[in-house]
């Protein structure tokens, strides 16, 4: 608020400048009014324009070049703006070389041919240089692999959301490597995180404490680099929207476990690597019919109900084992269930494994 008060008085001391200067031309051309009606007329006309015109010729402008400049480096990889760089030192090094000949030309052409021929090369060259990006630093950095395109130019940044920091399982599926590029965490992420850890609530205040420690795990045992993005939307209040915004913005993927910016996401076109598909997509299949050896840890829900956890966190539900509580019986599966949340898995008991080794 002071930052914007401030530029406004910038400003209109400016515009009054300008107008009181305005005045003193003005008033020596006329014949008819004093010069102190024009100072003061225009002088404190122009302020007072100035301060109310602010936010639209300053206070706007600003921001938005502001919101410009963070993006452009995604916009443009560094790779595109060397390579424009190599095409325009080309360009204007050939047309410096036929500066001479073509002065030497007879007449008008002599003095207009050099100039058409530097702006027609470096029309050229400079697309084609942009283009051929990888191919032209390859050959001009054949030594530096670091600067050529990367999965054929398509982006390879990963924007994280709150509830993805929070799980704390993107550690572990970076450590395993099947996840390659630059994770991304927006600044906006990172207030989230540390208003919920401010929280009141003790759940609330753990979990926010939670994701800044797996950030601080991500920062410095990644073997991928992790960058804190600036990039914000600060006309939109939601954080869930801000991430689809970004994510288009950047054309990257948001990883994440929440099935509503999933949903959100997927509306808008955006891409949502949903890290519950992915322990979905690897656990173990289990069919119908199948036996097995699971603990009964505690009660159903219905009457007679026993549940018990396999290795991977999936919830067993067998029906007429709440009498072997806190035992190891064997077990036969009726049928699966897939739900969006998870997997769950009934099964009926045939005996507890104490007897069996009893017998």
């Known amino acids: ?87 325009l030192a ?80 993107i550690a572990d599926i970076i450590q395993t490597g099947f996840i390659q590029g630059t994770l991304v965490i927006p600044r906006f992420v990172l207030d989230e995180l540390r208003h919920i850890a401010d929280s009141h609530d003790a759940l609330r205040r753990n979990r926010g404490r939670r994701g800044l420690e797996m950030l601080t795990q991500l920062q410095k045992g990644s073997d991928i680099p992790v960058q804190i993005s600036d990039l914000d939307f600060e006309d939109t209040p939601e954080v869930d929207s801000k991430l689809v915004m970004m994510a288009r913005t950047l054309r990257c993927p948001i ?17 949502v690597l949903s890290i ?25 829900k219905e009457a007679g109900q026993g549940i018990g956890f396999l290795d991977d966190g999936t919830m067993v539900v067998v029906e007429g084992a709440r009498r072997y509580l806190d035992s190891d019986i064997s077990i036969a599966v009726t049928r699966v269930l897939q739900t969006a949340a998870g997997r769950i898995i009934f099964a009926q008991p045939r005996e507890p494994v104490d007897e069996r080794i009893r017998r």
């Open 90 to 169: 080309l360009a204007l090094v050939i047309a410096a070389l036929l500066t001479l000949p073509l002065s030497m030309l007879p007449g008008l052409w002599g003095q207009i041919m050099p100039l058409v021929t530097a702006v027609f090369l470096v029309t050229v060259s400079v697309p084609i240089a942009v283009l051929e990006g990888p191919a032209v630093l390859q050959f001009f950095f054949s030594g530096s692999p670091m600067l050529v395109s990367k999965r054929n130019g398509r982006s390879d940044l990963l924007i994280l959301d709150t509830n993805a920091i929070i799980d704390g399982r």
């Open 255 to 271: 990883v994440s476990n929440d099935l509503n910016l999933n949903r959100v996401a997927s509306l808008q076109g955006v891409k």
């Open 1 to 87: 608020m002071r930052g914007e008060l401030f530029i406004r008085v910038i400003v209109a001391v400016l515009m009054g400048l300008g107008g009181w200067r305005l005045a003193v031309v003005v008033a020596r051309q006329s014949e008819t009014t004093h010069e102190l009606t024009w100072v003061l007329s225009l002088a404190i006309g122009a302020y007072v324009t100035g301060f109310l015109l602010a936010p639209y010729i300053a206070i706007r402008p600003a921001r938005w070049a502001a919101k410009r400049i963070r993006v452009f480096p995604r916009m443009f990889p560094m790779q595109s703006l060397l390579a424009a760089a190599i095409g």
């Open 276 to 300: 519950n598909e992915l322990a979905n997509a690897v656990k173990p299949v289990i069919l119908p019919g199948e036996e097995m050896i699971l603990r009964i840890v505690q009660e159903g």
